[in-house]
């Protein structure tokens, strides 16, 4: 007579077998997912949730676009293309999980990139042993392209160059001290440590470096720090929240200023409409602007129309760099003619290709020399000051007293 | 519950063990990695039950531990090229250390208070490990070593797993756990019957905190990326309660239910719609909270289906 | 009263204050071993306090609770629990979200194994006719059931010495005579019992030492018989005669 | 003198002197007779934490002095005297996120972790009712606050009303998904672009170099005011009256006929009230998105334990000493920013242990 299986060991093997099931359900046969009607399956996961879906967000309208636009031109070497976007909540572990799945599970054609530079940094251990390459256009910390990895490329510029204008600004109106501030993560303090060298080259003495908590919300107490320490310029690492409250506090505490810059915040678009006078004058960097008649890269008008008739705001540099670099991914895989990873790779490697959002030409390690732009807030206007190549206008430097505007 | 009822259990659970080690070979990629961190959930509710569900002491900090566990092998293989099994050793003894430490003062207050001080010591766990560059790269956060970590790591959680199981079951169906469940039952009474409260809540916190951090490591080798926010995250201890008093808390077989139900509802209802998913975990959780806050295995018994009580 | 080993609990000047009030204000009696002792006093005379104190549950300001020449004050409850002192409580503490079995093994001693404290769970159940409730939740019995459960659970270390806080409250006659009658079992069995009791039949009927509180003091100590007669103690109970107060 | 009856199953607070004694350490002998000032528990842990704090306060300045951040100058201290006082702002605007969590938690022992999103929800209401119907930050409130009001007591009737006697974890759980619910739907709402509202950007100078924004001074006094409102109709009114009776037992006050369940009807839409208020406050201070709710419920946490759960005033006084003491640690410590959060989260469980009834709350036995 059977043994009777103890109530507790009847549920144990229900809970096992009920977790490899489920699981098994969702392996579809991954060569049917998407050869139907010989479609090519995009992939990728990104932060539509959590504390970086502000920036990703734009990245995913840029990403849909280029896919339409693809679709509308016949597709690619005659595929139509299928997106597949998954959000990662702004999580490491998540982010692993779901590219292990588009690689192995959903067996993407295509890889595309997640946002910000942890994510990547993790991300990129993946796609390098499965040997699919892809081009991040949400990433900016170099220590990821020093890990002598062959398989992730990069078209925005690092975080290093972030300070670079500012610093120069600042050295050409004689600031003698300066601080450098930022949120405690990678990007941010990446960001930093370029000013800092930056600074060091043009003769800048950094008197004060603090990193603050993600969620700092009262800054008045480090910005008296900052004036008691005799900075003349403040150089933050910020994004839109610590900015923003950074600004305002200063405003009330009647702190002044030479120069301010902020590395995220001032390029997000609703940034100068929600502060209004108190954002003027500030620095801010940019790794793209929609201005067609300066930058002069070809396409840019049309993307910039089309962007803005789809979404009815222009595409920020979050927007642009995506789509530069799916430009280059295109242009890669027209030259291969086929979706063979290797050959991709080697095409990214080399190949030169003319983007919306500027040259893309990438060196040993796979960075690409981008040059990103340094604007003011001037009448609530971003207006790019520097480099000089691509100056709108003079920037009006040192900012004025709060009490003279 | 008879002897032979035991061997029968512990059988099941070694066919289980079997089944589960055969597997990885056979599986893609993703499918070893929703595996492993299906046994991590396993482990995590099973150690927070063994506190929260024996003696009632809820605890809103746990992932203190698991972050500690993290950072134990990130530190010592990145920065000191140690074998990662080996800085699971340090993990587990850093978090018996720390829980101890913390342990012994704040496991005299009761209820509220004890869930908010456990909250107050996970939140400044992550303000130390982002604060603390010279040893954690405060908020650069660490990266290990690439390395095909797939299929070590889905064997360790593996281990790891059935060591938390039969350590769990152990305690939950002898009379340490009877003991255990008379503090959360009324601890006046438990102590003036003979058991010491102060060392058994110690033993139980310390013993809760070793197996959550052994997980953190392991997670770590496996994601070979952590930085303080995604580690100490406070919905880790949360998804630890819920699906502890998913699947039944105060009981053994509870969190492993709760934790497999879980984990791959929530796996399989997030690919597909993102956004709604984490508006249908909300409501799950405070639909789990309000109608069944004995779970599943309380539901069992009231009906009948499951007899009371852990020890026959 | 002779001393020295036949005295199984010895309580000397006994003080407990909570903020301004004087629960307990100089308490001193002895049991001596093998024998049925009651302690009395109206509501609010500082028993259930002294039971308290000497169980360890709170800390006297000041005084003595010696047991075996050892001074039983400062140590912890489950200490005192271990050198064969039980307790039952006024308003019952069962672990209600346990099985009757589970309340019973909750107190068994470290040293015994486990065969062995079932089989001593199962005598004890019996005892009290709960081994039909084995296993149900503790929590579902009735107040009496619970109140006889209590009584078993405190039996299961073998105690020296059981203090029972009002085993008579609200258990009905028949339940109550079974309780005493193991009582006397117990007391044949040379174990002493200390009962907290309200019910004047109950302590003359089945005690041979009776101790008298008031106001947190012991005010007479002896026999039932002698103690019924004792000025002090109808004084206590009943308030002087008028005549009397004006002293 | 009440007898030993004791409510069974959960004692708030601390464990009776049996349980704490550390294992077999005698009893320290204690004072000579009873009664004497020092024998009072409540009395003695009140003055190690008095002790506690006084060091806290002064650590930020040893540390200062060593790390050569403090100059005993005018610009310097008049520098001090701005980030002081912008602490205690800063604690007049938590002090309006711990008193709507202080009133659920003391009246029902209920700890709504949801609290922080109930702040944010306050900041949204406020942040649409200026940008879509143009009508002034401050003003709006005559129309949110009633809103908040009615969430409230749906929140209560819906769900709270079966945590209330509840182990805390349901009460927990129940409020945190309730908050992850208010998180998600906001983002399909707002996206999670951060918002914030150009409000009075002006500075008020209270004296030579020493300056506070207008908004930052517009919010404490509005925190205050509400404040001492609520604190008022607590302490006088009838309502008030049966709200304490209810805080301090709920049965005794079901017999007195106060009717339990509409008192915690009407504690929990004001609490929601408050917190809709706080949000208004942060939406003209700081910029703010569905995810920022997070912190307001930790310093809420940390500011009820500080002052005494369930104690009013206690809360007040908490939050505003949690603001200076982070604008100390700030200014004065190195890289002092970062050490923020530590210093509010070791504040919390050093009170809880040398003090779990806080400042004001009596250790209860």
Same mark, same amino acid.
Request: hydrophobic content about 50%; glycine content about 10%.
């Given at each position: 007579?059977?043994?009777?299986?103890?109530?507790?060991?009847?549920?144990?093997?229900?809970?096992?077998?009920?977790?490899?099931?489920?699981?098994?359900?969702?392996?579809?046969?991954?060569?049917?997912?998407?050869?139907?009607?010989?479609?090519?399956?995009?992939?990728?996961?990104?932060?539509?949730?959590?504390?970086?879906?502000?920036?990703?967000?734009?990245?995913?309208?840029?990403?849909?676009?280029?896919?339409?636009?693809?679709?509308?031109?016949?597709?690619?070497?005659?595929?139509?293309?299928?997106?597949?976007?998954?959000?990662?909540?702004?999580?490491?572990?998540?982010?692993?999980?779901?590219?292990?799945?588009?690689?192995?599970?959903?067996?993407?054609?295509?890889?595309?990139?997640?946002?910000?530079?942890?994510?990547?940094?993790?991300?990129?251990?993946?796609?390098?042993?499965?040997?699919?390459?892809?081009?991040?256009?949400?990433?900016?910390?170099?220590?990821?392209?020093?890990?002598?990895?062959?398989?992730?490329?990069?078209?925005?510029?690092?975080?290093?160059?972030?300070?670079?204008?500012?610093?120069?600004?600042?050295?050409?109106?004689?600031?003698?001290?300066?601080?450098?501030?930022?949120?405690?993560?990678?990007?941010?303090?990446?960001?930093?440590?370029?000013?800092?060298?930056?600074?060091?080259?043009?003769?800048?003495?950094?008197?004060?470096?603090?990193?603050?908590?993600?969620?700092?919300?009262?800054?008045?107490?480090?910005?008296?720090?900052?004036?008691?320490?005799?900075?003349?310029?403040?150089?933050?690492?910020?994004?839109?929240?610590?900015?923003?409250?950074?600004?305002?506090?200063?405003?009330?505490?009647?702190?002044?200023?030479?120069?301010?810059?902020?590395?995220?915040?001032?390029?997000?678009?609703?940034?100068?409409?929600?502060?209004?006078?108190?954002?003027?004058?500030?620095?801010?960097?940019?790794?793209?602007?929609?201005?067609?008649?300066?930058?002069?890269?070809?396409?840019?008008?049309?993307?910039?129309?089309?962007?803005?008739?789809?979404?009815?705001?222009?595409?920020?540099?979050?927007?642009?760099?995506?789509?530069?670099?799916?430009?280059?991914?295109?242009?890669?895989?027209?030259?291969?003619?086929?979706?063979?990873?290797?050959?991709?790779?080697?095409?990214?490697?080399?190949?030169?290709?003319?983007?919306?959002?500027?040259?893309?030409?990438?060196?040993?390690?796979?960075?690409?020399?981008?040059?990103?732009?340094?604007?003011?807030?001037?009448?609530?206007?971003?207006?790019?000051?520097?480099?000089?190549?691509?100056?709108?206008?003079?920037?009006?430097?040192?900012?004025?007293?709060?009490?003279?505007? | 519950?008879?002897?032979?009822?035991?061997?029968?259990?512990?059988?099941?659970?070694?066919?289980?063990?079997?089944?589960?080690?055969?597997?990885?070979?056979?599986?893609?990629?993703?499918?070893?990695?929703?595996?492993?961190?299906?046994?991590?959930?396993?482990?995590?509710?099973l150690s927070w039950n063994i506190i929260s569900g024996f003696t009632g002491y809820t605890s809103f900090g746990h992932?203190a531990f698991?972050?500690i566990?993290?950072?134990?092998?990130?530190?010592?293989?990145?920065?000191?090229?140690?074998?990662?099994?080996?800085?699971?050793?340090?993990?587990a003894a850093t978090a018996a250390a720390v829980g101890a430490a913390i342990g012994y003062p704040v496991l005299r207050l009761r209820g509220p208070y004890f869930a908010i001080a456990m909250l107050g010591t996970a939140?400044g766990t992550?303000?130390?490990?982002?604060?603390?560059?010279?040893?954690?790269?405060?908020? /650069?956060? =660490?990266?290990? @070593? *690439?390395?095909?970590?797939?299929?070590? &790591?889905?064997?360790?959680? $593996?281990?790891? !797993?059935?060591?938390?199981?039969?350590v769990a079951?152990a305690v939950g169906?002898s009379r340490l756990g009877i003991r255990l469940t008379a503090i959360r039952e009324d601890e006046v009474a438990a102590e003036a019957l003979g058991i010491d409260t102060t060392r058994y809540k110690l033993a139980a916190f310390t013993l809760s905190a070793v197996f959550p951090a052994?997980?953190?490591?392991?997670?770590?080798?496996?994601? /070979?990326? =952590?930085?303080? @926010? *995604?580690?100490?995250?406070?919905?880790? &201890?949360?998804?630890?309660a $819920?699906?502890a !008093?998913?699947?039944?808390k105060g009981?053994?077989?509870?969190?492993?239910?709760?934790?497999?139900?879980?984990?791959?509802?929530?796996?399989?209802?997030?690919?597909?719609?993102?956004?709604?998913?984490?508006?249908?975990?909300?409501?799950?959780?405070?639909?789990?909270?309000?109608?069944?806050?004995?779970?599943?295995?309380?539901?069992?018994?009231?009906?009948?289906?499951?007899?009371?009580?852990m020890v026959? | 009263?002779?001393?020295?080993?036949?005295?199984?609990?010895?309580?000397?000047?006994?003080?407990k204050?909570f903020?301004?009030?004087?629960?307990?204000?100089?308490?001193?009696?002895?049991?001596?071993?093998?024998?049925?002792?009651?302690?009395?006093?109206?509501?609010?005379?500082?028993?259930?306090t002294?039971f308290d104190l000497i169980t360890g549950l709170r800390e006297p300001d000041?005084?003595?609770v010696?047991h075996?020449?050892e001074n039983l004050v400062g140590l912890r409850p489950h200490q005192i629990f271990r050198r064969g002192i039980t307790r039952t409580f006024?308003?019952?503490r069962v672990y209600r979200e346990m099985?009757?079995?589970e309340n019973m093994l909750s107190a068994a001693p470290l040293g015994v194994?486990?065969?062995?404290a079932?089989?001593?769970?199962?005598?004890?159940?019996?005892?009290?006719?709960?081994?039909?409730?084995?296993?149900?939740?503790?929590?579902?019995?009735?107040?009496?059931?619970?109140?006889?459960?209590e009584?078993?659970r405190a039996?299961m270390p073998?105690p020296?010495?059981?203090l029972?806080?009002?085993?008579?409250?609200?258990?009905?006659?028949?339940?109550?005579?079974?309780?005493?009658?193991?009582?006397?079992?117990?007391?044949?069995?040379?174990?002493?019992?200390?009962?907290?009791?309200?019910?004047?039949?109950?302590?003359?009927?089945?005690?041979?030492?009776?101790?008298?509180?008031?106001?947190?003091?012991?005010?007479?100590?002896?026999?039932?018989?002698?103690?019924?007669?004792?000025?002090?103690?109808?004084?206590?109970?009943?308030?002087?005669?008028?005549?009397?107060?004006?002293? | 003198?009440?007898?030993e009856?004791g409510a069974r199953g959960r004692e708030a607070g601390e464990l009776p002197d049996a349980l704490v004694a550390a294992p077999g350490a005698p009893a320290a002998r204690r004072?000579?007779?009873?009664?004497?000032?020092?024998?009072?528990p409540d009395?003695r842990s009140?003055?190690r934490l008095?002790?506690f704090?006084?060091?806290?306060?002064?650590?930020?300045?040893?540390?200062?002095?060593?790390?050569?951040?403090?100059?005993?100058?005018?610009?310097?201290?008049?520098?001090?005297?701005?980030?002081?006082?912008?602490?205690?702002?800063?604690?007049?605007?938590?002090?309006?996120?711990?008193?709507?969590?202080?009133?659920?938690?003391?009246?029902?022992?209920?700890?709504?972790?949801?609290?922080?999103?109930?702040?944010?929800?306050?900041?949204?209401?406020?942040?649409?009712?200026?940008?879509?119907?143009?009508?002034?930050?401050?003003?709006?409130?005559?129309?949110?606050?009633?809103?908040?009001?009615?969430?409230?007591?749906?929140?209560?009737?819906?769900?709270?009303?079966?945590?209330?006697?509840?182990p805390e974890l349901?009460?927990?759980?129940?409020?945190?998904?309730?908050?992850?619910?208010?998180?998600?739907?906001?983002?399909?709402?707002?996206?999670?672009?951060?918002?914030?509202?150009?409000?009075?950007?002006?500075?008020?100078?209270?004296?030579?170099?020493?300056?506070?924004?207008?908004?930052?001074?517009?919010?404490?006094?509005?925190?205050?005011?509400?404040?001492?409102?609520?604190?008022?109709?607590?302490?006088?009114?009838?309502?008030?009256?049966?709200?304490?009776?209810?805080?301090?037992?709920?049965?005794?006050?079901?017999?007195?006929?106060?009717?339990?369940?509409?008192?915690?009807?009407?504690?929990?839409?004001?609490?929601?009230?408050?917190?809709?208020?706080?949000?208004?406050?942060?939406?003209?201070?700081?910029?703010?998105?569905?995810?920022?709710?997070?912190?307001?419920?930790?310093?809420?946490?940390?500011?009820?334990v500080?002052?005494?759960r369930?104690?009013?005033?206690?809360?007040?006084?908490?939050?505003?000493?949690?603001?200076?003491?982070?604008?100390?640690?700030?200014?004065?410590?190195?890289?002092?920013?970062?050490?923020?959060?530590?210093?509010?989260?070791?504040?919390l469980i050093a009170v809880l242990l040398i003090r779990p009834g806080g400042?004001?709350g009596?250790r209860e036995g």
């Amino acid at each position: 007579m059977m043994t009777r299986v103890g109530p507790a060991a009847r549920i144990l093997l229900l809970t096992v077998a009920g977790a490899v099931l489920p699981a098994a359900a969702s392996v579809r046969p991954a060569a049917a997912a998407h050869r139907p009607g010989n479609e090519v399956l995009i992939g990728g996961a990104i932060s539509m949730t959590g504390r970086y879906a502000e920036p990703a967000g734009r990245q995913v309208n840029a990403i849909k676009l280029w896919v339409d636009e693809l679709n509308g031109r016949g597709g690619l070497l005659g595929h139509r293309i299928v997106l597949r976007l998954l959000d990662d909540k702004s999580d490491t572990q998540t982010s692993i999980k779901l590219y292990e799945k588009l690689i192995t599970e959903d067996r993407v054609d295509l890889l595309l990139a997640p946002y910000s530079s942890g994510i990547t940094e993790a991300v990129a251990n993946v796609n390098e042993r499965h040997r699919m390459p892809f081009v991040a256009y949400g990433a900016a910390s170099s220590p990821i392209w020093e890990k002598g990895r062959r398989y992730i490329f990069n078209i925005v510029a690092v975080a290093e160059d972030y300070q670079k204008g500012a610093v120069h600004l600042a050295h050409r109106i004689g600031v003698r001290k300066a601080a450098i501030i930022g949120e405690d993560s990678l990007f941010p303090r990446q960001a930093g440590k370029g000013a800092r060298e930056w600074a060091r080259k043009l003769g800048i003495e950094i008197v004060v470096e603090e990193h603050y908590p993600t969620k700092q919300t009262d800054f008045s107490a480090l910005l008296r720090k900052l004036t008691s320490a005799g900075a003349e310029a403040v150089f933050s690492n910020s994004y839109f929240a610590d900015a923003a409250a950074q600004l305002r506090q200063m405003r009330e505490l009647n702190i002044n200023f030479k120069l301010y810059s902020s590395t995220i915040g001032p390029s997000l678009p609703n940034f100068p409409e929600q502060l209004g006078s108190t954002a003027e004058y500030v620095l801010g960097f940019s790794q793209w602007e929609p201005l067609p008649h300066i930058l002069k890269h070809p396409g840019m008008k049309a993307f910039i129309e089309a962007y803005e008739r789809r979404y009815g705001e222009k595409p920020n540099y979050h927007a642009g760099g995506a789509y530069g670099a799916l430009q280059v991914t295109e242009a890669a895989v027209r030259r291969v003619g086929s979706f063979d990873q290797e050959k991709l790779r080697d095409a990214l490697a080399t190949i030169e290709v003319h983007t919306v959002f500027g040259r893309y030409r990438v060196d040993a390690r796979g960075m690409n020399a981008h040059e990103g732009l340094t604007f003011q807030i001037l009448q609530g206007q971003r207006r790019v000051v520097w480099p000089d190549k691509w100056a709108e206008v003079k920037p009006e430097l040192p900012m004025p007293e709060w009490s003279r505007r | 519950m008879a002897p032979a009822e035991h061997v029968r259990n512990l059988a099941a659970l070694a066919a289980a063990a079997v089944v589960l080690a055969l597997l990885p070979n056979h599986l893609s990629l993703y499918l070893r990695s929703f595996l492993l961190f299906l046994m991590m959930s396993v482990v995590l509710a099973l150690s927070w039950n063994i506190i929260s569900g024996f003696t009632g002491y809820t605890s809103f900090g746990h992932v203190a531990f698991y972050g500690i566990g993290a950072y134990a092998c990130a530190i010592l293989v990145a920065d000191y090229g140690w074998p990662w099994p080996a800085t699971l050793v340090v993990g587990a003894a850093t978090a018996a250390a720390v829980g101890a430490a913390i342990g012994y003062p704040v496991l005299r207050l009761r209820g509220p208070y004890f869930a908010i001080a456990m909250l107050g010591t996970a939140e400044g766990t992550r303000v130390v490990a982002t604060v603390w560059d010279g040893l954690t790269h405060g908020g /650069l956060g =660490i990266s290990l @070593p *690439s390395a095909e970590t797939s299929i070590p &790591t889905y064997h360790a959680m $593996l281990a790891l !797993m059935v060591v938390t199981v039969v350590v769990a079951y152990a305690v939950g169906h002898s009379r340490l756990g009877i003991r255990l469940t008379a503090i959360r039952e009324d601890e006046v009474a438990a102590e003036a019957l003979g058991i010491d409260t102060t060392r058994y809540k110690l033993a139980a916190f310390t013993l809760s905190a070793v197996f959550p951090a052994v997980a953190g490591g392991i997670q770590a080798y496996k994601v /070979l990326y =952590i930085d303080p @926010p *995604s580690v100490f995250f406070v919905q880790i &201890t949360i998804a630890m309660a $819920l699906m502890a !008093m998913l699947g039944g808390k105060g009981t053994v077989i509870g969190p492993i239910l709760g934790a497999v139900i879980l984990y791959t509802a929530q796996e399989l209802t997030w690919v597909n719609f993102p956004t709604a998913h984490l508006i249908a975990y909300g409501l799950f959780i405070v639909l789990v909270a309000r109608f069944m806050p004995r779970g599943l295995v309380g539901f069992a018994i009231d009906r009948g289906w499951l007899r009371k009580g852990m020890v026959r | 009263m002779s001393r020295a080993d036949d005295v199984v609990l010895e309580v000397r000047d006994l003080r407990k204050a909570f903020g301004g009030v004087r629960a307990v204000d100089g308490c001193t009696f002895a049991v001596r071993r093998g024998t049925i002792a009651a302690l009395i006093g109206p509501n609010g005379s500082g028993k259930t306090t002294t039971f308290d104190l000497i169980t360890g549950l709170r800390e006297p300001d000041a005084g003595v609770v010696l047991h075996r020449g050892e001074n039983l004050v400062g140590l912890r409850p489950h200490q005192i629990f271990r050198r064969g002192i039980t307790r039952t409580f006024q308003v019952t503490r069962v672990y209600r979200e346990m099985t009757v079995l589970e309340n019973m093994l909750s107190a068994a001693p470290l040293g015994v194994p486990g065969r062995e404290a079932r089989a001593r769970a199962a005598a004890l159940l019996a005892l009290v006719d709960l081994t039909a409730f084995r296993g149900e939740y503790a929590g579902r019995l009735s107040y009496g059931q619970q109140k006889l459960l209590e009584f078993a659970r405190a039996l299961m270390p073998d105690p020296e010495l059981l203090l029972l806080d009002e085993p008579a409250g609200g258990v009905n006659r028949t339940l109550l005579q079974h309780l005493l009658d193991h009582v006397h079992r117990l007391r044949a069995a040379g174990k002493t019992i200390l009962l907290i009791e309200h019910d004047m039949t109950v302590v003359m009927a089945h005690c041979e030492w009776v101790v008298v509180m008031d106001h947190g003091a012991t005010i007479a100590a002896g026999p039932p018989a002698a103690i019924r007669e004792d000025p002090r103690v109808i004084e206590a109970y009943f308030g002087r005669r008028p005549a009397e107060r004006g002293a | 003198m009440r007898e030993e009856a004791g409510a069974r199953g959960r004692e708030a607070g601390e464990l009776p002197d049996a349980l704490v004694a550390a294992p077999g350490a005698p009893a320290a002998r204690r004072g000579p007779g009873p009664g004497g000032w020092r024998e009072r528990p409540d009395v003695r842990s009140l003055y190690r934490l008095a002790a506690f704090l006084a060091a806290a306060y002064a650590l930020p300045f040893a540390v200062g002095a060593w790390a050569g951040t403090v100059r005993l100058d005018a610009a310097w201290l008049a520098g001090l005297a701005t980030v002081v006082l912008g602490g205690v702002m800063q604690g007049g605007v938590y002090a309006m996120f711990a008193v709507g969590l202080t009133l659920i938690f003391g009246v029902m022992r209920i700890i709504n972790a949801a609290h922080g999103e109930m702040v944010m929800m306050g900041a949204y209401l406020t942040w649409v009712a200026f940008f879509a119907f143009g009508v002034d930050p401050l003003l709006s409130l005559a129309l949110t606050l009633p809103l908040a009001f009615l969430f409230g007591m749906a929140v209560q009737r819906l769900l709270l009303d079966a945590a209330v006697g509840a182990p805390e974890l349901t009460g927990l759980l129940i409020t945190f998904g309730l908050g992850l619910v208010m998180i998600y739907t906001a983002e399909l709402l707002f996206t999670t672009d951060f918002r914030t509202i150009p409000y009075a950007p002006g500075t008020v100078v209270l004296a030579p170099g020493v300056a506070v924004g207008q908004n930052r001074v517009i919010s404490f006094l509005m925190a205050v005011g509400i404040s001492t409102a609520v604190y008022l109709v607590l302490r006088f009114s009838r309502l008030g009256k049966a709200v304490r009776a209810t805080a301090l037992n709920a049965e005794v006050a079901l017999v007195c006929g106060i009717d339990v369940r509409r008192i915690y009807l009407l504690t929990t839409g004001l609490a929601a009230a408050l917190a809709v208020a706080g949000g208004a406050l942060v939406s003209i201070q700081f910029g703010f998105n569905p995810e920022t709710g997070v912190v307001y419920t930790l310093q809420a946490f940390a500011i009820i334990v500080l002052g005494g759960r369930g104690h009013y005033v206690g809360a007040l006084i908490g939050a505003v000493m949690l603001g200076v003491l982070e604008a100390l640690v700030s200014l004065l410590v190195p890289n002092g920013t970062a050490m923020v959060e530590l210093a509010a989260y070791a504040l919390l469980i050093a009170v809880l242990l040398i003090r779990p009834g806080g400042l004001m709350g009596v250790r209860e036995g």
